[in-house]
């Protein structure tokens, strides 16, 4: 079992960079697929980026590509999410979310395991 606490999250200009971190307890993390998710007000959660166990693939929603990045650092057991040239519409509530074993999937009920929430909000 794993438990995660987001951290990261804030006020920011649309074009600005932020990087969310995800730290995870236990000595396993390396074993864990990492996700992030977020959550609009009003809307349902939906896919950002996905990283596989195994550390090969990557998978990012469409509207992110090519503006965040998901990486993850074992030795210090967590997992990052840069986010640049952030726009209004990335404004969310932000969730990491982990899988042992898993693959770099989007499907968020491949994921036993969620962190709280970190809240981003990006102005026009």
């Known amino acids: 079992q794993v438990q995660l606490v987001e951290s990261g999250g804030g006020l920011v200009q649309a074009g600005d960079s932020l990087r969310l971190s995800c730290a995870a307890s236990?000595?396993?993390?390396?074993?864990?697929?990492m996700g992030w998710f977020r959550q609009a007000p009003g809307k349902e959660r939906e896919f950002v980026a996905a990283?596989?166990?195994?550390?090969?693939?990557?998978y990012y929603a469409d509207s992110v590509k090519g503006r965040f990045t998901i990486s993850r650092d074992n030795a210090k057991n967590t997992a990052y999410l840069q986010m640049n040239s952030l726009k209004p519409e990335d404004t969310a509530v932000y969730y990491c979310?982990?899988?042992?074993?898993?693959?770099?999937?989007?499907?968020?009920?491949?994921?036993?395991?969620w962190g709280q929430g970190t809240q981003v909000t990006v102005s026009s």
């Open positions: 236990g000595r396993t993390f390396s074993s864990y697929a």
């Open positions: 990283r596989s166990w195994t550390d090969t693939s990557t």
């Open positions: 979310a982990a899988a042992h074993w898993g693959g770099a999937s989007a499907q968020s009920n491949q994921y036993p395991y």
